[in-house]
């Protein structure tokens, strides 16, 4: 299937190499209830929305443990064949540390399909509307439910990365999708440095998020296309229970404004 890109990143250029399909281990029970804790202790973390930047908003402890415990067990299913969880692999045949599966629209850098070109060329799992509406309302909870953004935010697609071993994100922008609307990230398990430069720069100063498990960042107006990444993961710092071998799981659903 043709790829739709309206972005100039890479001249809509692909690798021709494809992704890496990758599996994910079952679940160890025993490893999962060892898990370190890291930073502030929850009671002394400040709750409800803080804005970090213009139209950037950080809610710490957003999902509790079961509702985090829920989208690890649907991961799993999202993560299975076909069109299932693998690492992309930039055009200059780079493969990302990350692993990732898409739901609604399937990201392939620097473009979206509707079926999973880089791997099986399945076509893409649909976005559940359980998801759509957790996402709605992250728009809500950040911006207030009177905030233009919150009333028209209608997501239509989902990357979900998987942070193993000693993975990271570079600093990039989000150059794909012709949607000003906002951007919402979910994490759980493994808390990370996320770290945000501006929407003309990848160069710092740097402002830096600790994300920990259950934690939301909602970023959208005049930083809706602001460079952003994950240089650091703090292996064994995510709570037990969430049927999460190991690692960070970042969900990150937006509205692309694609059609077809």
């Not at 935010?153 to 906002?182: K, M, Q, T």
Request: net charge neutral.
């Amino acid at each position: 299937m043709e790829l739709i890109t309206p972005t100039t990143r890479q001249g809509g250029r692909r690798s021709r190499l494809g992704g890496v399909p990758t599996a994910l281990p079952p679940n160890d029970d025993a490893a999962d209830e060892h898990q370190l804790s890291l930073g502030i202790p929850d009671a002394e973390r400040p709750r409800g929305p803080r804005r970090v930047m213009t139209d950037v908003v950080h809610v710490a402890g957003w999902l509790d443990l079961d509702a985090q415990r829920r989208l690890v067990d649907e991961f799993r299913c999202w993560g299975l064949p076909p069109a299932g969880l693998r690492h992309p692999r930039v055009p200059t045949g780079h493969l990302m540390s990350v692993q990732s599966v898409c739901l609604g629209w399937h990201w392939q850098p620097y473009a979206y399909s509707r079926t999973a070109d880089d791997t099986d060329g399945a076509p893409v799992k649909p976005l559940p509307d359980t998801l759509k509406e957790l996402a709605r309302r992250a728009v809500v909870d950040a911006y207030g439910d009177r905030s233009p953004d919150a009333s028209a935010f209608s997501p239509d697609a989902a990357i979900v990365n998987l942070y193993a071993g000693d993975a990271r994100l570079g600093l990039h922008r989000d150059g794909e999708e012709p949607s000003e609307a906002p951007v919402v990230t979910i994490a759980i398990g493994d808390v990370c440095t996320f770290r945000l430069a501006g929407v003309d720069r990848r160069t710092g100063p740097f402002v830096d998020v600790t994300m920990r498990s259950g934690d939301l960042l909602v970023f959208g107006g005049v930083n809706r296309r602001i460079y952003h990444g994950v240089p650091k993961v703090f292996a064994g710092t995510a709570p037990g229970g969430l049927g999460l071998v190991r690692g960070r799981l970042s969900i990150t659903v937006r509205e692309t404004g694609l059609s077809g």
